[in-house]
């Protein structure tokens, strides 16, 4: 029986799926996301959560400079 390992992208934990058990059993409550970079181009993560997954797109948007937020009046404490 084949056997597919999926690595959470964002803490490394790992979940074996055989072939005995059913994907949707053992992937419970991960997150799967496709991220297309151009034609024909696309690029598969994998994440045991949510709070993993808001911790890779924390990471993969840019934090907007906190000159610019008091600017505004926003992000004064």
Same mark, same amino acid.
Request: some cysteine; charged content about 25%; glycine content about 8%.
């Given at each position: 029986? %084949? !056997?597919e $390992?999926? /690595?959470?992208?964002?803490?490394?934990?790992?979940?074996?799926?055989? *072939?005995? %058990? !059913?994907? $949707?059993? /053992?992937?419970?409550?991960?997150?799967?996301?496709?991220?297309w970079? *151009?034609?024909?181009?696309?690029?598969?993560?994998?994440?045991?959560?949510?709070?993993?997954?808001?911790s890779w797109?924390?990471?993969?948007?840019p934090e907007?400079p906190?000159a610019?937020?008091?600017?505004?009046?926003?992000g004064?404490?």
């Open positions: 029986m %084949a !056997r $390992c999926f /690595v959470c992208h964002s803490c490394g934990e790992k979940v074996e799926c055989s *072939g005995k %058990a !059913r994907p $949707c059993e /053992v992937l419970e409550g991960w997150v799967m996301v496709s991220l970079n *151009g034609p024909e181009t696309v690029e598969h993560y994998s994440f045991c959560s949510l709070v993993c997954l808001k797109l924390d990471a993969q948007v907007v906190t610019f937020l008091k600017a505004f009046g926003e004064e404490e």
